[in-house]
Structures are given as C-alpha cells and as structure tokens.
C-alpha cells in the first residue's frame, strides 16, 4: 500500500515527481504553472471575486502569480511544501493541513470565491469528501477549477501501464471521466465545461523517433498552454479539467 501520510511529500517527493525546488522559466512546470494561474485569474474576473483558495498549493509557484492581483489563500499536507511556499508565495496565506480533515480556523465556510485543485484529488482516498468541502468553502455563484489524469485520454490507450499516472504510487483515485463528473455534482456542483490540456506524454508510439512525434502530437498542447484557453474536448488530453459552479 503506498505511503499517504505527510512525511510521503517530502523534499525527495517534489524532486523525483516534479523536480519543483527551483522552478525553471519556461520548463515544462513553468508553462503548466502559467496556464492554471491564468484560467483561475480569466474565472475571477469573468465572474467577479477576489478571495482564491488552493488545495495542495505545493510550494506555492501559482499562488505566486495569483497574488500580484487576488487575495490568495493556500493549503497543503505538507509541511515541507508549505515552508517553501511561505518563501515563494509570500504574500499568501498558506497552511500545513489535511483538506477533508480539520481546517485553520480563517479558513471559513463560504469564504471564496474560487478554488483551484491541480493535480491533487487523484492523490485522495475519498476524493468526493474533498469535493463537499469546497462546495461548503465557495460563496454562492463561487467557482471549482480542477485538473486530475484523465482515464479516457489517448496517452492511456497507447502506452497502456507506461502512464505517467500510473507512475506515481500516492494516486490511488485514478477514477474514469464519468465517475469525476458523478462525484462533482453529488458535491452540489453545477457542470460548466470539462476540457483538456492535450497530449504531452512522449512517446506515444514505441518504433518511431520521440524527437518525431513532438510536432505531430504536441501542437495542440503548445497551442492550449500558451493561449491558456479551453480549446480541446475533455478527452484529448493527459489531464482532464473541470470547471463548476456552486449554485
């Protein structure tokens, strides 16, 4: 059974799954970094608000870009993740703590009016839990921006146990498009838009060249992160997004 306790998110954790102590600019976690800050800051202020929350903020690199214009809040199990993310995120307030467990007190119910959970549910036992959490935490009319891997996506087919997602032991929710949807609206969610962020997982096709196959899969992803919009159906992509409402 993997390891889910919060000494599993250690230093070693973030440097063999993410290499993220030192972010680089325009490595591939900087470009993901930049397009999940800019969908959140487009949602703020399409639909007004300015109190953001996100869960398992890591070491705070999109808290960083969100606080130049929002008031950015953050939570995380780990206690590493959260020493770095007071550093990089300075202007946030972040918490070491476990999201479906109990919660620092400022951190009140209906007191957002968006939450971002990137690459984190999958990481959860009894991810619905921590659905009916941010429902209780958004404002009316408050929105959820979440990204987990997408089970439907190409990249599975073809490299079948070679995912990335199966790669990394702590996803142990690694749920079908359908059932996130289920789970979501169960929460109390209202559906907005599902999408994703394309094909990234090179190589896809075992006899020929990885330098080869980047323009023939790689386009719509480059063209998706830097425009940072919902340009692909939810099921081209690694990841699958979700964007939704609290009524």
């Given amino acids: 059974m993997a ?11 973030y440097q ?15 470009w993901s970094v930049r397009f999940y800050a800019l969908l959140a800051h487009r949602l703020l ?33 780990s206690e590493y993740a959260i020493g770095r993310a007071r550093q990089i995120a300075s202007r946030s307030r972040v918490f070491c703590a476990d999201f479906t467990g109990r919660l620092p007190e400022r951190i009140e119910a209906g007191g957002f009016d968006l939450i971002v959970a990137k690459y984190v549910l999958e990481h959860l036992a009894e991810p619905g839990r921590a659905l009916e959490r941010a429902f209780s935490l958004l404002a009316p009319g408050g929105r959820l921006l979440y990204s987990v891997p ?57 006899r020929i060249p990885t330098a080869l196959q980047y323009p023939i899969f790689c386009l719509p992803t480059v063209i998706t992160v830097f425009l940072a919009r919902p340009l692909l159906p939810a099921h081209w992509g690694e990841n699958l997004i979700v964007v939704a409402r609290r009524a």
């Avoid at 063999?16 to 900087?30: A, I, K, S, T, V």
């Avoid at 399409?46 to 606080?67: F, M, Q, S, W």
């Avoid at 749920?175 to 996130?180: A, D, I, V």
């Fill in 45 to 77: 202020r399409r639909h007004g608000g300015r109190r953001v929350l996100e869960i398992g903020c890591a070491h705070g690199y999109t808290l960083a870009r969100l606080e130049r214009h929002h008031e950015t809040w953050g939570i995380d199990l």
């Fill in 16 to 30: 063999q799954e993410f290499g993220l102590d030192e972010l680089r600019r325009f490595n591939m976690h900087w």
């Fill in 3 to 13: 390891d889910l306790s919060p000494r599993r998110y250690g230093k070693d954790y």
């Fill in 150 to 206: 997408n089970m439907d996506s190409p990249g599975r087919r073809l490299k079948g146990e070679k995912w990335y997602a199966f790669g990394d032991e702590t996803h142990v929710s690694l749920l079908e498009r359908s059932e996130w949807i289920e789970l979501t609206r169960s929460a109390g969610f209202e559906i907005e838009r599902t999408f994703s962020d394309g094909p990234w997982d090179m190589p896809y096709l075992e």
